[in-house]
């Protein structure tokens, strides 16, 4: 699972990991706690090569008509995505990359608060979330571009933590997670191959529960026993 992640980075620095020819900074100020349903960064192909534009975190089909009663979907599971009505064309024809600093997750403490903890990359850096995307339109003509990221079975030791983890593209392969329908296998086949090691898990204050919190000191380790009350995290459904 990935119901919260940070992105703070230069956009200078997004521009060059993407190859992105043109890309509209103002989508960049420092976020250390995107939560869904909020607007994210997306990498997509566009028709002039990779582009960065902002969607909504929490995936809509286009054949959805009442969006009150359709479940949030801001994962997929790469194990049946395949297979799922709600992402089956995406995976084939709309398949992106979402940029990110690392995430959070929650670990389960017996009947205690959980326990949060920010995993990022042991050699620091952006990384690239497979993701899947989709426009929804609404009754009215209205156009709402939307995402989901794409998660794998955790490894050791972050397994330790959660037993799921979001799928990490390597910059070698995003032309071929951004190719179209002929190459849907291929691409599938490379969502394991940035795995656990690549990354570290630091416990961080409860503070990150809130949403309203946002701020550099939530990716700071802490120690002991916390002050912050606790709060659930973002509570979603996999179709």
């Known amino acids: 699972m990935c119901g919260r992640f940070v992105l703070a980075m230069p956009a200078d620095v997004i521009k060059e990991l993407f190859n992105l020819a043109v890309f509209d900074e103002r989508l960049l100020p420092p976020r250390y706690n995107i939560a869904p349903t909020q607007p994210i960064v997306v990498i997509r192909q566009g028709f002039d090569g990779a582009e960065g534009v902002p969607m909504r975190w929490g995936f809509l089909p286009s054949w959805v008509k009442d969006t009150t009663r359709f479940p949030l979907l801001i994962n997929a599971r790469a194990e049946d995505i395949r297979e799922k009505p709600a992402f089956r064309n995406a995976i084939r024809r709309r398949r992106c990359l979402v940029p990110a600093s690392g995430f959070y997750e929650w670990q389960a403490r017996g009947k205690g608060p959980k326990q949060p903890y920010w995993i990022a990359p042991k050699a620091g850096g952006p990384v690239a979330f497979a993701g899947i995307w989709e426009t929804w339109i ?40 951004l190719s179209g329908e002929e190459t849907t296998d291929a691409a599938l086949s490379i969502l394991t191959d940035l795995g656990a090691e690549t990354l570290q898990a630091t416990p961080v204050s409860r503070r990150v529960n809130r949403v309203a919190d946002d ?11 916390e002050e912050a009350p606790p709060a659930k995290p973002v509570q979603q459904r996999l179709l």
């Open 215 to 225: 701020d550099p000191g939530l990716i700071e380790p802490v120690s002991g026993e």
């Open 138 to 177: 609404g009754t009215d003509g209205s156009e709402i571009d939307t995402a989901a990221i794409i998660t794998v079975a955790a490894e050791a030791p972050l397994d330790e933590v959660h037993h799921r983890r979001p799928a990490m593209i390597a910059p070698e392969n995003f032309a071929l997670w």
